[in-house]
């Protein structure tokens, strides 16, 4: 068997994705490999098929027990031996599993960086026939990095132990800087490096003001019935809150954070893998150990704390390739809170992480692709615009804005700079509120000043006004403006603003809710293989996107096969998934076409 036959046999794909072919020839040749390729760009294919065609047991390091039980549970239903050695198996199921290693009946073997380096793992690793190392998350080896875990830093020893043994790391997220250090930790050769393109062209992209965010997130969702998604959000009260509020509209909603106990996060989980809920509102400790296929769409709810964060939480989005949606909602309060977060660490890490949540609110605040953004930051250059952001979709209009930045920059300088945001653009125009009156706004000349422009439009104006430093924030005093050098030319005269016309809230509304425009097939036959797919899950005790992905449903909804030869030439559909679940499905495609006729 090559690794073509491998390919088809064991993944149902008939080519492989850019690099991928590469890699496994360069594996097989015995030589260490650095790999980077974006969340569901298949960096797993690349280690799982060279174990497959060498002898011996491939180990693979991977850092969450939920990625573990996800990885192995897919290699066990498309017919590969596999297993993993963790902190939740009892002492009589490590035993067997590393008898069954010791007897070469398993090819995948995944453990911990914790489980690698303590007791008697090295003695037992050194006992088998290692067919290669797999170092997943390979970031997390470095301390420039945004996950740096400290026990990968003792993953040296691999390459100490066993010097012959091919080694491959591979990570979604890493520059420059964090290149050359897993390059240095794992000895790995420079010229032994692989980069594919970090762009997710299947993803859309958008950033939205923070105005209204629940409001928006029902009008997205409302079209998109039983489409799986996470929402984001910063803080353990968030999640609950969010989740609440969607449970009160009918919807199927949890949430998942770190202060749950371990039964409730992975009851919570093990449901959302199997589609019994719809909607995740989690804080980060969630995602990193979900290798579900069919997330169709990802909400920050607030600004994340840097572009590797928010890059590696957008791609567990559309991992089957087919079209998903990505939406982060963004203000200034957001930025406020990772500034308090980072207040206890030391100076040199709160620096870097500073500088990082700084890209981040650029990306945020910007009115070119995104894409390219993006790309950017991973040393990329894209050919083009993409398309398929909010920006290439919507492009910014100005408008000449220097009367509405004197408004508002007069407003600053007559309350004594001392107001936040909200509360000027309520003097602006012309609130009657108690706390108006009280603190006397309502007696300065510019009270009611911009009654004509809705409140909406002033926030977003405001927020252009902080983007281009015509105005300053000051986060130690309640997020009070204050005026700069650039702010008493605008006032003066001296200097003209153009600002970005706000597109009217209802546009970009339907801007969130429009779905991807090459829609997976949905004739109803593809509905009717969803249900099935559903049934056979639970019947095997597997997620739903274990037996197939949706983008293989649509497939075979567009196609129709009706038999064995043209069910297998369906992308995602290989022997061993034909052999399991083919004819079920070639059944209901059979009763679809005579009912339609």
Known sequence: MNKHDALKKYFGYETFYPLQSEIIDHVLAGRHALVLMPTGGGKSVCFQIPAMLKGGVAIVISPLIALMKDQVDGLIANGIPAAFLNSALTDEQSAAIVRRCLKNEIKLLYISPERLTSGSTIGFLQKLDIALFAVDEAHCISSWGHDFRPDYLKLHILREKFPAVPLIALTATADHVIRRDILRQLDIPEEHQFIASFDRPNLSLAVYSGQKRFEQILRFLSKRKNQPGIIYCLSRKATENVAGKLQVRGLKAAYYHAGMDSAQRSSIQDAFIRDDIQIICATIAFGLGIDKS?????????????????????????????????????????????????????????????????????????????????????????????????????????????????????????TGEKTNMTTLIQILRGSQSAFIRENGYDQIKTFGAGRDVRYHEWAEYLFELLNSGFVDIAYDESYALKLNDLSRKILKGEMDVLLTKPTEMEKKLETINALPEKQMVD???????????????????????????????????????????????????????????????????????????
């Open 294 to 414: 069919n997330i169709r769409w990802i909400v920050h709810y607030s600004l994340p704390k840097n572009i590797e964060s928010y890059y590696q939480e957008i791609g567990r989005a559309g991992r089957d390739g087919a079209p998903a949606d990505t939406i982060l909602f963004y203000s200034y309060a957001d930025v406020k809170t990772h500034h308090d977060m980072l207040q206890d660490l030391p100076p040199q890490r709160q620096e870097l992480l500073l500088a990082k949540l700084e890209r981040m609110k650029r990306f945020a605040e910007a009115d070119i692709c995104r894409r390219r953004i993006l790309l950017a930051y991973f040393n990329e250059q894209p050919a083009g615009d993409c398309g398929n952001c909010d920006v290439c979709k919507n492009p910014p209009k100005k408008i000449d804005g220097t009367i509405i930045a004197q408004k508002a920059l007069s407003a600053v300088a007559r």
């Open 523 to 597: 004739n109803g036959l593809f509905e009717r293989l969803r249900v099935l797919r559903r049934a056979l899950a639970d019947e095997n005790h597997v997620p739903a996107y274990v037996v197939f992905s949706d983008r293989t449903l649509s497939e075979m909804a567009a196609a129709m096969p009706r038999d064995t030869v043209e069910m297998l030439s369906v992308s995602g559909v290989g022997e061993h998934k034909m052999h399991k679940y083919g004819n079920r499905f070639l059944e209901e495609i059979c009763r679809y076409a005579k009912k339609s006729s």
